[in-house]
């Protein structure tokens, strides 16, 4: 099957130099309509999403392929004058997560940690059955709480966030809630071991069931 929507088709990635005369006839940059480009064009008006924008183009410009995702999270943290850092982890990272705070601290910030269990509510408050729980329903399970993450993080008043290992899903819940800007430090992935990027890479051999229509519902 063919898709044929915005760039999935592209093989040419004019748009990286405005090479106008190769844009593909599925382009968006060719054939969008005015008024989304404004939209988006207009949001930079806005002196913060400006400096974001600014910082994290010269931060690209600056290191690019020299310093690493937590190293940048650092630097772009500083430019932009943020001080107080959020920590919003998955319970299993807590170990990564304290040294990413360790080392926040050591670049003068200041790390606000909170972990998915917080509140240690349990999974029924949601209405999950116990046959899907991972206990079974045997005892107490509690579940990932990022409303109450991002809820904490706003009490603390933190400059940022930075996602530690949330779940698909509970991330994008404590997006959702969460009233200061947000990036990733680490992506979960259960099986490639948090490089979810690896399924792509190896579609051709070990993971090309991804290319398969055989995802469970
Ligand atoms: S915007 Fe146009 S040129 Fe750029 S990747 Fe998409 S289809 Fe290709």
Not at 81 to 108: D, P, T
Request: with cysteine; charged share 25%; glycine share 6%.
């Amino acid at each position: 099957m063919e898709i044929n929507i915005g760039c999935v088709n592209c093989g040419v990635k004019a748009c990286e130099h405005k090479t106008e005369e190769k844009y593909p006839p599925f382009c968006p940059t060719k054939n969008m309509d005015n008024t989304v480009f404004n939209k988006a064009d207009n949001a930079y008006e806005n002196d913060e999403d400006l400096k974001i924008a600014y910082t994290s183009a010269v931060l690209e410009g600056q290191f690019y392929g020299k310093l690493t995702r937590a190293e940048e999270i650092i630097v772009f943290a500083k430019r932009m004058g943020y001080k107080k850092i959020g920590i919003a982890n998955c319970v299993g990272l807590l170990s990564e997560a304290r040294i990413f705070a360790k080392a926040l601290e050591k670049n003068g910030l200041e790390p606000v940690m909170v972990s998915c269990k917080v509140g240690a509510v349990d999974k029924s408050r949601i209405g999950v059955e116990n046959e899907n729980k991972l206990n079974k329903g045997c005892e107490h399970e509690s579940m990932c709480n990022p409303i109450l993450q991002a809820e904490f993080m706003n009490s603390q008043n933190t400059d940022m966030n930075v996602i530690i290992g949330l779940c698909v899903g509970h991330d994008s819940l404590f997006i959702k809630h969460s009233d200061a800007i947000i990036t990733t430090l680490v992506t979960k992935d259960r099986v490639l071991a948090h490089n979810p990027v690896a399924a792509l890479y190896t579609s051709s051999s070990y993971y090309k069931r991804i290319l398969e229509d055989n995802v469970p519902e």
